[in-house]
């Protein structure tokens, strides 16, 4: 009898030092606790959208059907490149880089000395943003977003003689969601509005607009 208690108290005491040895490896860092879903660390994405641009009309930049300065063109929608990358300041918020570019490539006809050419038109809208996501809820996917930093508009012609690339302020707000496909990969769908302001010496100020659906890829090596 006297050995099975002096047993039993013996067993005890060996689990109380190995829970409070845990307990302090916990409380030092030693041991990974926090639950998958956290957000912390690095974070890397890209994606592929779907864009939708339109541009003001001005005195120098007309946009044909009846529309005058001041009014916006049609809609047109081409593909879209994003890629991003930054680190986790808390599980609510992530700040970083991102970059998105509308890609619009089509054919025009001109005429010189009486014969009719065919060139390759390529105009591009991009944003190179410092962003911000604020995730409501510790345990889902879905944030919000905001952003401002630079604006590049440019056109490329197939024959030369494009004008010069102008830059500007640009800024955007959206939405998206992290779905879990693996411990460190996400598949996140967005929904992003961006403005992009150019402002031209003894012009009036040319602004695009841009409404882009995005699918992207997460990768997040530190959950």
Sequence with gaps: ??????????????????????????RRGLVDVSPTHERRGFWLE?????GRESYQCTE????????GPGDYSRWVGKPTFSLG??????????????????????????????????ENVTETLTGVMAVGRFY???????????????GVTAVSLEFGGA???????????????????ARQLFITPQLEWASHAFEKRNADTLRERLLNFSLGVTWQPGR
Excluded: H
């Design 163 to 181: 004008p010069p690339a102008e830059t500007g302020f640009a800024w955007k707000v959206g939405a998206g969601y992290e779905i879990q496909v």
């Design 85 to 118: 990358l930054g680190g986790t300041v808390s599980p609510a918020l992530r700040l970083g880089v991102e970059a998105t570019i509308w890609v619009n490539s089509y054919s025009d006809e001109f005429v010189d000395g009486g014969d009719i050419f065919v």
């Design 60 to 67: 120098e930049i007309t946009c044909g059907e009846g529309r």
């Design 136 to 150: 409501p809820s510790r345990e889902a996917g879905v944030f919000l977003k905001g952003g401002a930093g630079l």
């Design 1 to 26: 009898m006297r050995f099975g208690i002096a047993g039993v108290i013996g067993l005890s005491l060996g689990l109380a030092v190995i829970t409070a040895g845990e307990l302090t490896a916990q």
């Design 46 to 50: 890209g994606g592929l959208g779907w």
